[in-house]
């Protein structure tokens, strides 16, 4: 197979404009302005359309294309994103985010008539727009709207939620994230000499294999965490306010209903996997158990839970770690690795950390006619090189999306959308896996069982937490960083057990925990996994299931979460379902302790 080479390893944003002053700005504000309010002012007095299927599916017809190629921001929103996403702490580009913010929210404020007039369609009306044929392609749209119009406030009420999103909430979460992002310390590095790395490389280093390193940043982190978790405190009981607020002017019953709602999931299935999941902390107790017995410690700090066990010395450089994806993804199906190679040709994944620049990995995308992006901090990690099949899975949603789906259902539920990445991450693990030894095996299946823990037993602990933590504001009225730290330690060790030390300055990692601010966003990860190794099983049976995967790639938001898998044979109503998928990480863990003991290592 030929080998990948590496042209570019920043974003190239020239698809885009120019610069941050680029006059084309101003012409093309004018066009997403003029089509819009076309739109709005075609639409906005009439209401044939909420009579006449044949209306509707005009109208529909009209605001497709307006979402699929103009949104309210266009191409200048995306644009100053992705320059916020690399540059945090600019203020110039602070000062045009917000600007097109504005120009945005003030066009979604008056079109927003239209979806709300379409959800409060009579019940009795309903079912003469949902059987109509000619709609078929927005049936799932207009059922969803149906679905949520005993939430949904007036006009003049959702204008003001709307209005009020960033003071309330976006500046405080973006202010939080800012001043870590630009957070520096002096810690211990691999050369034995102190270096001053910042808060994205910090965190990376809390998981070094020479302990002075690791625990040189770990108390960098935490004083970071501290001196932020004053501020930390005054933001997250604010958007914990707000949440509570509108939550009450929209009748929600609980706290993470708008989280399923959103994901179009039954809040019965998000609480069996809860359920599931907790009942059998005991995985993840021994999980941790074994570590620390491997390990040769008693126990292990709270920042050493993600210690890399044996010897993955192998340095993978960007380079290698693309061609061996794309290897992966080669076999799989060729478009996985043509999609890839795309990715890569044409500066759409920015690759290493730098000062200011987000930290983690992410794949961002807006319009249907724009491109998608992923943001990567590579550090030559085998971690590293599972990241960029994470993200690449999240791409490849995207782009199937893209190719198949109208704009109005061009989107992945959190519940489908980690599903994809976790597929291609999985597989690239496994090609490294068989060609290991019994040592490196056991290496990477430690490796492994911490990726499932986290992602499964670690994550339904959080969102537990989050739960608690909602409903012991909505009673108190105000939680303390104290509260919420004593809060967040007693779930972090509900699933992590005796052999896990939650030592001081861990009651503070709450600060950073960027997901609780998205609000029960956590589940997905557990749901994803498990649902994930279920596709994998199947694929690694039977390689034509790839087309049945690449039709659940393809399905955006065409139907429910339930539909999209019971067509690929998977029941995620069915309680068994989740417990199946739960003893398969059992049997890894069992069978990682009997390698572990054959090769006399506990």
Same mark, same amino acid.
């Given at each position: 197979?030929?080998?990948?080479?590496?042209?570019?390893?920043?974003?190239?944003?020239?698809?885009?404009?120019?610069?941050?002053?680029?006059?084309?700005?101003?012409?093309?504000?004018?066009?997403?302005?003029?089509?819009?309010?076309?739109?709005?002012?075609?639409?906005?007095?009439?209401?044939?359309?909420?009579?006449?299927?044949?209306?509707?599916?005009?109208?529909?017809?009209?605001?497709?294309?307006?979402?699929?190629?103009?949104?309210?921001?266009?191409?200048?929103?995306?644009?100053?994103?992705?320059?916020?996403?690399?540059?945090?702490?600019?203020?110039?580009?602070?000062?045009?985010?917000?600007?097109?913010?504005?120009?945005?929210?003030?066009?979604?404020?008056?079109?927003?008539?239209?979806?709300?007039?379409?959800?409060?369609?009579?019940?009795?009306?309903?079912?003469?727009?949902?059987?109509?044929? +000619? @709609?078929?392609?927005?049936?799932?749209?207009?059922?969803?709207?149906?679905?949520?119009?005993?939430?949904?406030?007036?006009?003049?009420?959702?204008?003001?939620?709307?209005?009020?999103?960033?003071?309330?909430?976006?500046?405080?979460?973006?202010?939080?994230?800012?001043?870590?992002? %630009?957070?520096?310390?002096?810690?211990?590095?691999?050369?034995?000499?102190?270096?001053?790395?910042?808060?994205?490389?910090?965190?990376?280093?809390?998981?070094?294999?020479?302990?002075?390193?690791?625990?040189?940043?770990?108390?960098?982190? +935490?004083?970071?965490?501290?001196?932020?978790?004053?501020?930390?405190?005054?933001?997250?009981?604010?958007?914990?306010?707000?949440?509570?607020?509108?939550?009450?002017?929209?009748?929600?019953?609980?706290?993470?209903?708008?989280?399923?709602?959103?994901?179009?999931?039954?809040?019965?299935?998000?609480?069996?996997?809860?359920?599931?999941?907790?009942?059998?902390?005991?995985?993840?107790?021994?999980?941790?158990?074994? %570590?620390?017995?491997?390990?040769?410690?008693?126990?292990? %700090?709270?920042?050493?839970?993600?210690?890399?066990?044996?010897? #993955?010395?192998?340095?993978?450089?960007?380079?290698?770690?693309?061609? &061996?994806?794309?290897?992966?993804?080669?076999?799989?199906?060729?478009?996985?690795?043509?999609?890839?190679?795309?990715?890569?040709?044409?500066?759409? #994944?920015?690759?290493?950390?730098?000062?200011?620049?987000?930290?983690?990995?992410?794949?961002?995308?807006?319009?249907?006619?724009?491109?998608?992006?992923?943001?990567?901090?590579?550090?030559?990690? &085998?971690?590293?090189?599972?990241?960029?099949?994470?993200?690449?899975?999240?791409?490849?949603?995207?782009?199937?999306?893209?190719?198949?789906?109208?704009?109005?259902?061009?989107?992945?539920? @959190?519940?489908?959308? !980690?599903?994809?990445?976790?597929?291609?991450?999985?597989?690239?693990?496994?090609?490294?896996?068989?060609?290991?030894?019994?040592?490196?095996?056991?290496?990477?299946?430690?490796?492994?069982?911490?990726?499932?823990?986290?992602?499964?037993?670690?994550?339904?602990?959080?969102?537990?937490?989050?739960?608690?933590?909602?409903? %012991?504001?909505?009673?108190?009225?105000? @939680?303390?960083?104290?509260?919420?730290?004593?809060?967040?330690?007693?779930?972090?060790?509900?699933?992590?057990?005796?052999?896990?030390?939650? +030592?001081?300055?861990?009651?503070?990692?709450?600060?950073?925990?960027?997901?609780?601010?998205?609000?029960?966003?956590?589940?997905?990860?557990?749901?994803?996994?498990?649902?994930?190794?279920?596709?994998?099983?199947?694929?690694?049976?039977?390689?034509?299931?790839?087309?049945?995967?690449?039709?659940?790639?393809?399905?955006?938001?065409?139907?429910?979460?339930?539909?999209?898998?019971?067509?690929?044979?998977?029941?995620?109503?069915?309680?068994?379902?989740?417990?199946?998928?739960?003893?398969?990480?059992? !049997? &890894?863990?069992? !069978?990682?302790?009997?390698?572990?003991?054959? @090769?006399?290592?506990?």
């Amino acid at each position: 197979m030929e080998k990948l080479t590496v042209k570019s390893t920043e974003w190239n944003l020239a698809p885009f404009f120019l610069s941050n002053n680029d006059k084309n700005m101003i012409q093309q504000r004018k066009k997403i302005e003029k089509n819009n309010y076309d739109f709005i002012n075609k639409w906005k007095s009439r209401k044939d359309y909420l009579l006449d299927p044949n209306i509707l599916k005009e109208a529909l017809d009209e605001y497709e294309t307006l979402n699929r190629f103009y949104g309210t921001s266009g191409d200048e929103g995306f644009y100053f994103l992705l320059k916020s996403i690399l540059d945090n702490n600019n203020p110039e580009i602070k000062a045009k985010l917000k600007k097109i913010g504005e120009f945005s929210d003030r066009i979604e404020n008056d079109i927003q008539f239209f979806e709300l007039n379409i959800s409060k369609i009579p019940k009795n009306e309903q079912n003469k727009f949902l059987e109509f044929s +000619n @709609l078929n392609e927005y049936k799932h749209f207009l059922k969803k709207l149906f679905d949520t119009a005993k939430y949904l406030l007036s006009e003049p009420e959702e204008k003001i939620l709307n209005l009020k999103s960033n003071t309330s909430y976006s500046n405080w979460v973006n202010m939080v994230n800012g001043f870590l992002s %630009k957070e520096e310390r002096m810690i211990f590095y691999e050369n034995k000499k102190k270096k001053m790395i910042n808060f994205s490389e910090i965190i990376s280093l809390m998981d070094s294999k020479n302990k002075k390193v690791r625990d040189s940043a770990a108390d960098a982190f +935490n004083g970071i965490m501290e001196k932020n978790a004053d501020c930390a405190e005054a933001e997250i009981n604010s958007i914990l306010e707000n949440k509570k607020i509108d939550d009450e002017l929209r009748k929600i019953e609980r706290p993470d209903q708008v989280r399923h709602i959103s994901d179009d999931i039954d809040s019965d299935i998000v609480d069996s996997l809860l359920e599931c999941v907790s009942n059998k902390y005991y995985i993840s107790k021994r999980y941790y158990k074994l %570590k620390a017995s491997l390990l040769g410690i008693k126990k292990l %700090k709270y920042h050493e839970r993600n210690l890399e066990y044996g010897k #993955i010395t192998k340095k993978y450089n960007y380079d290698s770690a693309i061609n &061996l994806v794309h290897d992966v993804f080669f076999k799989l199906d060729t478009e996985f690795s043509d999609i890839l190679k795309d990715f890569k040709d044409n500066g759409r #994944i920015d690759v290493y950390p730098k000062l200011g620049k987000t930290h983690g990995a992410l794949c961002t995308h807006s319009l249907m006619n724009q491109p998608v992006y992923i943001l990567l901090n590579h550090d030559d990690t &085998l971690g590293s090189v599972l990241t960029i099949a994470h993200e690449m899975g999240h791409a490849i949603n995207s782009t199937f999306m893209q190719k198949n789906v109208n704009s109005l259902n061009f989107e992945t539920s @959190l519940f489908t959308a !980690e599903v994809a990445s976790t597929f291609m991450e999985d597989f690239v693990l496994q090609e490294i896996l068989c060609k290991a030894d019994d040592e490196l095996r056991l290496s990477i299946l430690m490796m492994k069982l911490n990726s499932d823990i986290s992602s499964i037993f670690r994550q339904v602990a959080c969102y537990k937490f989050e739960w608690e933590m909602h409903l %012991k504001f909505r009673k108190k009225g105000y @939680l303390s960083k104290k509260d919420i730290g004593l809060i967040f330690l007693k779930h972090m060790k509900s699933y992590m057990g005796e052999s896990v030390e939650l +030592n001081d300055g861990c009651e503070n990692w709450w600060v950073y925990w960027g997901h609780i601010r998205q609000f029960f966003y956590v589940y997905s990860y557990a749901s994803a996994v498990l649902i994930s190794k279920s596709l994998q099983n199947t694929t690694k049976k039977d390689l034509k299931f790839i087309l049945k995967f690449k039709e659940f790639l393809s399905s955006g938001g065409t139907k429910s979460q339930k539909d999209i898998f019971l067509k690929l044979g998977i029941d995620i109503s069915d309680k068994l379902f989740w417990e199946n998928g739960l003893k398969e990480v059992e !049997e &890894l863990l069992n !069978e990682t302790e009997r390698l572990a003991k054959k @090769l006399k290592k506990i």
